[in-house]
């Protein structure tokens, strides 16, 4: 069975900093490229970075370009998402995501159940 | 970006019906498009890939048709467990888009 577990939301001050985690089992981790999708409460989902399989490429959204680190441990399954320079607007639920299917992009075959964050004073 | 317009909002429906939402896109993503389920307080579920292939274990009920810039998601006979929020995402162009999502709802 596939799992993918987030952790580390909380609440943080606006110009915060938080590391969220994405423990992950059932997948062959080290050949996936990773995602991070969040989810502003009752909004839609919005695409917020990638990391290819090896961690030596990463792509980001602009709105987090700057202020987020995507990054991953192959030893241990899992993947970060480190979040410097909070705004409110970033205030969302985090999900990690699978991607898969050949070509540039990817589309998500599995999600974590997410973690939320919320930026706030 | 790619900006995918997903209608309507929201289908009232009742159990057993035919649902049918839509999701174009502002330029051509191809074939490049997913469909998405989600419930209240859970991650999405991939339905649908490549405008019409089933993902693992979607029951055949659930269809996807189109090419280019105009996509549809269908459901033959609505089953309970089927009202939702349904996402549109292509895979097209840099970055991966969402639609603003289709709300299925009980009539």
């Known amino acids: 069975e596939v799992q993918l577990v987030e952790s580390g939301g909380g609440l943080v001050q606006p110009g915060g900093s938080l590391r969220l985690s994405c423990a992950a089992s059932g997948i062959s981790f080290s050949s996936s490229w990773m995602h991070w999708v969040r989810q502003a409460p009752g909004k839609g989902l919005v695409w917020v970075s990638r990391?290819?399989?090896?961690?030596?490429?990463?792509t980001y959204a602009d709105s987090v370009k700057g202020r987020f680190t995507i990054s991953r441990d192959n030893a241990k399954n899992t993947l970060y998402l480190q979040m410097n320079s909070l705004r409110a607007e970033d205030t969302a639920v985090y999900y990690c995501?699978?991607?898969?299917?050949?070509?540039?992009?990817?589309?998500?075959?599995?999600w974590g159940q997410g973690t939320l964050v919320t930026v706030s004073s | 970006e790619i900006v995918l317009t997903q209608s309507p909002a929201t289908l009232s429906l009742s159990p057993g019906e035919r649902a049918t939402l839509s999701c174009r896109a502002s330029q051509s993503v191809g074939s490049y498009l997913a469909w998405y389920q989600q419930k209240p307080g859970q991650p999405p579920r991939l339905l649908i890939y490549d405008a019409s292939n089933r993902a693992t274990g979607i029951p055949a009920r659930f269809s996807g048709s189109g090419s280019g810039t105009d996509f549809s998601l269908t459901i033959a006979s609505l089953e309970p467990e089927d009202f939702a929020v349904y996402y549109c995402?292509?895979?097209?162009?840099?970055?991966?888009?969402f639609g603003g999502g289709t709300k299925v709802e009980i009539k």
């Open positions: 990391i290819n399989n090896d961690g030596s490429g990463t």
């Open positions: 995501a699978r991607g898969s299917g050949a070509g540039i992009l990817e589309f998500f075959d599995y």
């Open positions: 995402q292509q895979r097209s162009n840099w970055p991966p888009t």
